[in-house]
């Protein structure tokens, strides 16, 4: 399993407990490099039109679990509607 994998794992698994330079990786992974990368929040274009927006933001180092649960949804659609396979 890489480390995009095993970061994925730990986010459906212990959403409230993952690393914002983790979430960042497997953002830019699906979603490429932030479009926003200003104070302590990242913003990524999808390829589509509203939710769930990837809008992350760092809180003292650790990702917020409502938007690693937005993150992987946004996977999720990416991977089912857009034929995307990382």
């Given amino acids: 399993m890489n ?3 095993k970061i994925v794992s730990m986010m459906k698994s212990n959403p409230q407990d993952i690393r914002f330079a983790d ?7 699906y979603f490429g490099p932030a ?7 990242r913003i990524y274009k ?4 509203g939710d769930p927006r990837i ?6 180092g650790k990702a917020k679990a409502y938007q690693v649960k937005q993150v992987l949804r946004a996977i ?6 857009h034929g995307h396979e990382k």
């Fill in 3 to 5: 480390r995009i994998a």
């Fill in 23 to 29: 979430l960042c990786m497997v953002c830019d992974h």
């Fill in 35 to 41: 479009r926003h990368r200003g104070g302590s929040h």
């Fill in 46 to 49: 999808t390829p589509w039109q």
């Fill in 55 to 60: 809008n992350i933001q760092d809180d003292k």
């Fill in 76 to 81: 999720e659609i990416l991977e089912v509607n």
